[in-house]
């Protein structure tokens, strides 16, 4: 007599006694008996596979923002080669910006452990995948970005612009006024 899968005889799980296929409890402890033998392995699943790749030194410790992504795949990236070199990180939408949370638009923070900050930035730097912060620090070396004030020159270029037209508005209404 064989068990239904041809596993093999049954087996106690607590005190691992082979017994016969006639018996369901252990003669020892009373546990109910479970077939033995060769199982076949569960499939790894994915979170599992990337939990294995993490290293517990780069795992502890506060999070730390590390870098920035104009978008979540941009951030996925920016994940995956961290992971590849066991750190951990996670993806927090940026402060500021106002899309439904179901949507992959807008910028995003990417965050680390406080172990593992210092090397995920040397990589994220090695690889170019903060351009945004390396112009930054270019412009406010160049004095065209005002340190700490987040404005760009494009955003400057904005505000003359809407400034003008404001102006230009005016005018035009004085103008107007006058000669009526």
């Known amino acids: ?6 596993a093999g005889p049954l087996t106690c799980p607590r005190c691992a006694i082979s017994h016969s296929l006639d018996e369901r409890f252990c003669r020892q402890c009373g546990m109910p008996l479970v077939y033995g033998g060769a199982r076949e392995e569960e499939p790894i699943t994915e979170p599992r ?7 517990p030194q780069y795992a502890r410790g506060e999070l730390v923002k590390v870098g920035f992504a104009r978008n979540q795949s941009e951030g996925e990236l920016m994940q995956g080669l961290l992971l590849e070199e066991g750190i951990p990180s996670l ?3 940026s402060r500021g910006f106002d899309v439904p949370d179901f949507l992959a638009a ?3 923070d990417v965050l680390v ?3 593992g900050a210092e090397t995920a930035r040397e990589l994220l730097a090695d690889t170019r995948l903060l351009p945004y912060q390396e ?3 270019e412009l406010r070396e160049e004095g065209r970005l005002r340190a700490g004030s987040g404005r760009t020159p494009e955003a400057q270029l904005a505000f003359w612009v809407i400034a003008a037209a404001v102006v ?12 009526f």
């Open 1 to 6: 007599m064989t068990s239904p899968d041809g």
């Open 113 to 115: 452990p406080e172990t």
């Open 106 to 108: 807008g910028p995003r």
């Open 91 to 93: 993806l927090k939408r």
């Open 135 to 137: 112009e930054a620090t």
């Open 49 to 55: 596979a990337r939990a294995r790749k993490v290293k």
């Open 168 to 179: 230009a508005f005016g005018l035009v209404w004085v103008l107007y006024q006058v000669r």
